[in-house]
């Protein structure tokens, strides 16, 4: 059974960093792209950022470009999200998703086959 658990979400002060892990169990991680989406309140969900499965290619919403960024984790099996330089309408669950492919590839749709819970990141003024 395949698993994903976003940790690391909370409150921040704009300006402010946070670290947000997916900790995925359950597949082979090495051959999954990894993607982070957000969905702030009465918004649709949104692309964040994405990552091939060798971490060679990542890919950003224009939104995050050069605040976020994402990579495979020291720890096996986890994907991070480092935030910084946060604004408050950076605010909304964040949520990670993985999906299989074969070629070392991104993906910034929403065909993700597999979700997280989400994480709460709230950013004040």
């Known amino acids: 059974q395949v698993q994903l658990v976003e940790s690391g979400g909370g409150l921040v002060q704009a300006g402010g960093s946070l670290r947000l892990s997916c900790a995925a169990s359950?597949?082979?991680?090495?051959?999954?792209?990894m993607g982070w989406f957000r969905q702030a309140p009465g918004k649709e969900r949104e692309f964040v950022a994405t990552?091939?499965?060798?971490?060679?290619?990542?890919y950003y919403a224009d939104s995050v470009k050069g605040r976020f960024t994402i990579s495979r984790g020291d720890v096996k099996n986890t994907v991070n999200l480092q935030m910084n330089s946060l604004k408050p309408e950076d605010t909304a669950v964040y949520y990670c998703?993985?999906?299989?492919?074969?070629?070392?590839?991104?993906?910034?749709?929403?065909?993700?086959?597999?979700w997280g819970q989400g994480t709460q990141v709230t950013v004040s003024l």
């Open positions: 990552i091939s499965w060798s971490g060679a290619n990542t």
């Open positions: 359950g597949l082979s991680f090495s051959r999954y792209v």
């Open positions: 998703a993985a999906d299989y492919r074969r070629a070392d590839t991104v993906l910034t749709s929403e065909s993700y086959a597999y």
